[in-house]
């Protein structure tokens, strides 16, 4: 009886064993099978020319970006060389668009929301990300905080109503730097 019940749970744990192994050597492939069509993503990006129309450079590397992290993961030896070498060449390509102000700021903030995606560590990256916006706009209310409390040492001599304008062009600059950073963390 005992012998019986013994080869039972034993085929049952050969059964079990030999499925497990059959999966995880299917993902195995998957893996090994993305690790080759992200590094022919990223041959395809080397080799990219970018061309005069600013927008359509713009298109093309979002849409390297979109194909790269439409692929699944790759062998975890090798996920984050793939990674780096992506982002550093997706970088070197937006280091030569010619953008301004806020348009380059915009477009590289993006540029880099996509780049934190398609990291293997993208979920934490991407809080890390999120902490520090809301750190800098913490910080910015602090100083506006600071700004409005100096507001009420100013007399009414000549001198101060310069100050005071100073002191309130700050202020206004402040709010409008948090509503952009508000504006980041909305684009998550």
Request: charged fraction near 40%; proline fraction near 2%.
């Amino acid at each position: 009886m005992e012998q019986k019940l013994w080869k039972e749970f034993r085929a049952a744990c050969d059964v079990f064993f030999s499925k497990r192994q059959a999966f995880f050597d299917e993902k195995d492939k998957d893996s090994e099978n993305n690790l080759l069509l992200k590094n022919a993503i990223i041959e395809e990006l080397q080799k990219y020319t970018p061309g005069e129309d600013r927008s359509k450079v713009l298109a093309d590397l979002k849409s390297f970006s979109d194909q790269f992290n439409s692929i699944g993961h790759v062998p975890l030896k090798e996920k984050d060389r793939v990674y780096q070498a992506f982002k550093k060449t997706l970088d070197e390509h937006y280091s030569k668009i010619k953008l301004e102000g806020k348009e380059k700021e915009s477009i590289l903030f993006q540029a880099k929301i996509e780049t934190l995606k398609a990291s293997p560590d993208a979920n934490r990256l991407i809080d890390r990300e999120k902490f520090e916006i809301r750190k800098q706009i913490d910080k910015l209310k602090h100083e506006i905080l600071q700004y409005e409390n100096n507001l009420g040492f100013f007399g009414r001599s000549k001198g101060a109503e310069e100050m005071k304008k100073e002191v309130e062009r700050k202020i206004a600059i402040n709010q409008s730097k948090i509503e952009e950073f508000k504006n980041k963390l909305k684009a998550f």
